[in-house]
C-alpha cells in the first residue's frame, strides 16, 4: 500500500521568509513517481512538479525548490523569498503499480503568507 | 494548448435530488480521464478513472456513477443526493499509458447538498 503524510497541517510565515513543506510517503515500488500540487483559494489545483524515484538531483525553479531524499523517503518543497501570492493549500502525491498507478495524495498542507 | 472545463462552478441542490457534473476536455486526444471528490478541510479522493469511451473503473463504492460518451466528454452523476455528496468536485486528464503520467486538473464544481 503507498501512503503520504504531510504532518505540517498549517504553517504560517511572514512574507520574504524562507519555507518548507514536509513530504513523507511510503512504497513498496521501486519505480514510484512523486508530484507537488497547489491549490489557491480559487480551487483548482495546479501542477509543480512530477519526480520520478531514480532522479534525487534537487530542482530549482525560481523561488521553488524540492529536495527528494530516498533514504529517508521524503520529497521536500521550499519556497524562498515567500509572497502572499503563495498563499494556498500544497499537495504531494504519490503514485507507482503499487497503488495501481493511481496518485495517493497527503492530505495537504495550508500555507498563509502575511504582510 | 490543452484546456479542460467543468460545469457548473456552484451548485446547491436538495437530498434526494439528481445530479450531473460535466468535465470536457481540449486540445488533446484519447485522454485518461478521472473524477476526485475533495470534502471539506481533507485531501482528495478518487472517485472514477477512465482510460477510453464507455470504459469507466470505479474506487469507491458509492451514490455517485461516472460515464463517458465522447473522448473528451466525463459525466459525474447521481439519481439521488446525500448530504454526504456535498464537496468540491475535480476532474483532471492526463495522456500515455499509465498513471503515473501527471494529472492536470480542472477549475472544480462546489457542490452544497442541503
Known amino acids: 500500500a503507498q501512503k503520504v503524510t504531510q504532518a505540517q497541517t498549517e504553517i504560517s510565515v511572514v512574507e520574504k521568509e524562507d519555507v518548507t513543506l514536509d513530504c513523507v510517503y511510503e512504497?513498496?515500488?521501486?519505480?514510484?513517481?512523486l508530484f507537488w500540487y497547489k491549490q489557491p483559494p480559487s480551487g483548482e489545483l495546479v501542477f509543480l512538479i512530477r519526480?520520478?524515484?531514480?532522479?534525487?538531483q534537487n530542482e530549482i525553479s525560481g523561488r521553488y525548490s524540492w529536495n527528494f531524499q530516498k533514504s529517508t523517503s521524503s520529497f521536500n518543497f521550499t519556497i524562498t523569498a515567500s509572497q502572499v501570492v503563495d498563499s494556498a493549500v500544497y499537495f504531494c502525491?504519490?503514485?507507482?503499480?503499487?497503488?495501481?498507478?493511481?496518485?495517493?495524495f497527503g492530505t495537504g498542507t495550508q500555507l498563509k503568507v502575511e504582510l | 494548448s490543452q484546456t479542460i472545463h467543468q460545469w457548473p462552478a456552484t451548485l446547491v441542490q436538495p437530498v434526494g435530488s439528481p445530479l450531473s457534473l460535466e468535465c470536457t476536455v481540449e486540445?488533446?486526444?484519447?485522454?485518461?480521464l478521472y473524477w476526485y471528490r475533495q470534502a471539506a478541510g481533507r485531501g482528495l479522493q478518487l472517485l472514477f478513472y477512465?482510460?477510453?469511451?464507455?470504459?469507466i473503473s470505479s474506487e469507491v463504492p458509492q451514490n455517485l456513477s461516472a460515464s463517458r460518451p465522447q473522448d473528451r466528454q466525463f459525466i459525474l452523476s447521481s439519481k439521488k443526493l446525500l448530504l454526504s455528496d456535498s464537496g468540491f468536485y475535480l476532474c483532471?486528464?492526463?495522456?500515455?499509458?499509465?498513471?503515473?503520467?501527471?494529472?492536470?486538473f480542472g477549475p472544480g464544481t462546489r457542490l452544497t447538498v442541503l
Open positions: 486540445g488533446t486526444s484519447n485522454p485518461n
Open positions: 512504497t513498496r515500488d521501486t519505480t514510484y513517481y
Open positions: 502525491a504519490l503514485s507507482g503499480t503499487g497503488g495501481g498507478n493511481k496518485l495517493t
Open positions: 519526480r520520478n524515484s531514480f532522479d534525487e
Open positions: 483532471a486528464w492526463s495522456v500515455g499509458t499509465k498513471h503515473t503520467d501527471t494529472q492536470y
Open positions: 477512465s482510460v477510453g469511451i464507455g470504459q
